[in-house]
């Protein structure tokens, strides 16, 4: 029996007094988590909060508020979801992080992850995809790029990678409102994320990243 559990984690202040969070827009800060293990399903929400810095005293002014002027980074805010309770081990996971730092192109999205020697999307996979579709934008351009382990060869592997990669890009034109922009490209083997030597590091290659 597969037990599935949805779970809020209370908003994270990006910084510590005397900032404070601004929580004008909490759907475009919100990071999930959605992670799938063969008996347990469970997604993660944290609202994150833009910081303001609070100036008390200020000659004929009380209190001063103002923007805080530098966003947290994504590696600051995966670090105050660890101290929260999100574990960063979920075989499969999904990031959105609209506001939680400067856009930039390499920005991780999602990543989702296949069986051996298989192009096919998994049902978690399905739901990640689906919940990446309800955040894009119109004018956004996506690189979506295919990865394996180094089971066979150079040229089999970019292959398949090049089919997981497509399936997902497929996928998401299925789901979305509108079209989507992409760049859809295989690696094959040769940007793992883990060591091939083991079957736990094989299984973290086999992926798909959209950026």
């Not at 005397?18 to 944290?46: I, R």
């Not at 390499?106 to 996979?125: G, I, N, P, Q």
């Not at 299925?174 to 091939?196: C, D, F, T, W």
Request: with cysteine; net charge negative; glycine share 4%.
């Amino acid at each position: 029996m597969k037990i599935t559990v949805n779970t809020l984690c209370l908003a994270l202040l990006l910084a510590v007094s005397p900032w404070v969070a601004s929580t004008e827009q909490p759907k475009q800060n919100a990071l999930y988590y959605y992670c799938n293990h063969p008996d347990l399903a469970f997604e993660q929400q944290v609202q994150v909060a833009e910081g303001r810095r609070v100036h008390l005293n200020q000659g004929a002014f009380s209190q001063i508020e103002e923007q805080d002027r530098y966003p947290a980074s994504l590696a600051f805010v995966e670090q105050q979801m660890r101290r929260a309770g999100v574990q960063g081990t979920c075989v499969e996971y999904l990031l959105s992080h609209a506001k939680t730092s400067a856009t930039q192109d390499d920005d991780l999205l999602a990543r989702v992850y296949f069986s051996f020697d298989r192009s096919e999307l998994t049902d978690a996979s399905r739901y990640l995809l689906s919940r990446i579709v309800e955040r894009l934008q119109h004018d956004q351009n996506l690189k979506v790029e295919g990865h394996t382990d180094n089971i066979g060869s150079d040229e089999y592997n970019f292959s398949l990678g090049l089919r997981r990669a497509q399936s997902v890009m497929a996928y998401l034109q299925q789901q979305a409102s509108h079209s989507i922009s992409a760049e859809v490209i295989s690696y094959g083997e040769r940007k793992p994320l883990m060591s091939n030597e083991t079957v736990q590091g094989r299984a973290q290659n086999r992926r798909v990243d959209i950026y």
